[in-house]
């Protein structure tokens, strides 16, 4: 995220704060998720909904918010990065881009180094890819896609001029 913003540009303060998103957005990643008060979740209103393995997001964004954080959009950057969001600004797309592409996870080794190597020039066209990938992984186990995951890829693609 680091070298993404300073490559980018961004402002000494956005810096810092797209260096907060990605020192908390998985704070509570491995905390059991039965542990995780499915109320405690931000937004309420969608994310009470959503399957518990990803409840780690929102129920982050919620503590910092509870503990008087309130930057929006970083609050939306925290909880979306696993599903995406149609209102995510570009520090919430890189971090959505840096969760799924981390060095330190291990599958699609190969794909996931490819698009790193052509990120940050080409954000939406790597967004695409990613976004799709995730769907595609989704159909394929034959599960839910939540219609922010949905609204996330309708948002890129007319971002990308591609319809
Ligand atoms: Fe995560």
Known sequence: METWGRSLGVSPRDLTRWKAAATYHDALRDVDSAELDAGAVFPEATARAWPRRLLH??????RLRNDGVDD????????????GHPELDEMGEFLYLADFLDPGRH???DDRTRLRERLPRERLEVLMEVIGLRIEHLVRRRTTVLVETLGF???V???????
């Open 57 to 62: 997001g929102p129920a982050c964004a919620f």
């Open 72 to 83: 929006r959009s970083l609050l939306h950057a925290v909880a979306y990065h696993t599903t």
């Open 107 to 109: 599958f699609l080794d």
């Open 153 to 155: 890829w309708n948002r």
């Open 157 to 163: 693609v007319r971002d990308a001029g591609a319809s």
